[in-house]
T-cell receptor
Framework: ETGVTQSPTHLIKTRGQQVTLRCSSQ?????VSWYQQALGQGPQFIFQ???????GRGNFPPRFSGLQFPNYSSELNVNALELDDSALYLC???????????????FGPGTRLTVT | AQTVTQSQPEMSVQEAETVTLSCTYD???????LFWYKQPPSRQMILVIR??????QNATENRFSVNFQKAAKSFSLKISDSQLGDTAMYFC???????????FGTGTRLQVTL
């Protein structure tokens, strides 16, 4: 167990709908990164939040957006869902100070999103 | 941009034996970190081992060790005394700079058999 939690575990949505996924970071971590993992693939970086600001973004369209809250928890929002958005969404937390070491990310269990 | 290549989609090893998973990467950065992550069927990604590029000494964590060849941009993972619980997808990843964006390979599925 990493101490990173995500909700919900599973989600089924219809094409065109909107979805919000949630992540609580490990205690003491101030950075949250989101990844999309399609079936049989490695995770792909969506974006990262550091101290409530977006700090880097991967090759994902603007309909993927996020938030980080003062307690460092985070949300991933996806608008206008498409069939290709079906994937496992992983959240990872890390810290820029002390332990754990920089760049060391700890992952949550993921949210399985199915778009029909 | 960084790239990570894992050329072994699947591997199998008998319990108590040793197995080596391959990984090559490419980056133009001089300061970077390499990781191996394990993703069991339960799907939670677990950090196995980490290597700082500026360190010449290969990292070890109990039964897990790496062979880091910086000039060849190679970062293989050796698992000694394999256990059934080592059955999982293994991902190699690299991160550079301050954004902490992990770039993953496509993974190697390891099956440990009796």
């Amino acid at each position: 167990e990493t101490g990173v939690t995500q909700s919900p575990t599973h989600l089924i949505k219809t094409r065109g709908q909107q979805v919000t996924l949630r992540c609580s970071s490990q205690s003491g971590h101030n950075t949250v990164s989101w990844y999309q993992q399609a079936l049989g693939q490695g995770p792909q970086f969506i974006f990262q939040y550091y101290r409530e600001e977006e700090n880097g973004r991967g090759n994902f369209p603007p309909r993927f957006s996020g938030l980080q809250f003062p307690n460092y928890s985070s949300e991933l929002n996806v608008n206008a869902l498409e069939l290709d958005d079906s994937a496992l969404y992983l959240c990872a937390s890390s810290s820029d100070r002390g332990r754990p070491r920089p760049h060391e990310q700890y992952f949550g269990p993921g949210t399985r999103l199915t778009v029909t | 941009a960084q790239t990570v290549t894992q050329s072994q989609p699947e591997m199998s090893v008998q319990e108590a034996e040793t197995v080596t998973l391959s990984c090559t990467y490419d980056t133009s950065e001089s300061n970077y970190y390499l990781f191996w992550y394990k993703q069991p069927p339960s799907r939670q990604m677990i950090l196995v081992i980490r290597q700082e590029a500026y360190k010449q000494q290969n990292a070890t964590e109990n039964r897990f060790s790496v062979n880091f060849q910086k000039a060849a941009k190679s970062f293989s993972l050796k698992i000694s005394d394999s256990q059934l619980g080592d059955t999982a997808m293994y991902f190699c990843a690299v991160v550079t700079g301050t954004a902490s964006k992990l770039t993953f390979g496509t993974g190697t599925r390891l099956q440990v058999t009796l």
